[in-house]
């Protein structure tokens, strides 16, 4: 499950990046057609972060409608003091695991490609992640997003066990 989805237009300043493009060839009567599909990632480094899937005949316009569909799949990620993720988390897309671990102020992005391109863009300073399972792009960074997009605030947990923050961070 999905957090809410965020409105593009009320976010400042989106930067992207192309994690992957690849060039699709479809075999017809008269020949063969050739297509370019691009995966695109785009965030705020403010706790919102989104990726698409762009295709086209040419590349320029495969990224411009992969940034397109990320703006439209924005979600928002629970982050801590550190600039770290609120709690240990497994995210999944199809065969793909991502494990998501926080880590302490210092330790940078140990990621691997897919997944450190979502935690630059997120704003996450300190992580650490393992892929899990299959290594197909598009699938790692679908289950690296979903498992961002699954983590709760101590506030959130408080609230919903009619307990104190206090209480749950002991």
Excluded: W
Aim: net charge positive.
């Amino acid at each position: 499950m999905k957090r809410t989805i965020i409105d593009a237009s009320q976010l400042d300043e989106l930067q992207d990046k192309v994690v992957t493009i690849k060039r699709v060839t479809k075999v017809v009567k008269g020949g063969s057609n050739s297509r370019f599909t691009a995966l695109v990632v785009v965030g705020d480094g403010k706790g919102h972060v989104g990726a698409g899937l762009g295709k086209a005949k040419e590349v320029p316009e495969a990224i411009r409608k992969g940034k397109e569909d990320a703006m439209k799949h924005l979600v928002e990620i629970a982050l801590d003091e550190n600039s770290s993720i609120t709690h240990d988390f497994v995210g999944q897309y199809g065969s793909s695991n991502v494990l998501l671990k926080r880590a302490p102020e210092g330790t940078g992005i140990i990621a691997g490609g897919p997944a450190r391109v979502v935690c630059e863009l997120a704003g996450i300073k300190n992580i650490r992640t393992k892929s899990l399972g299959s290594n197909n792009k598009q699938n790692v960074v679908l289950a690296t997003l979903n498992g961002l997009a699954e983590l709760k605030t101590p506030e959130e947990v408080a609230k919903k066990r009619g307990k104190s923050v206090e209480e749950i961070m002991a």
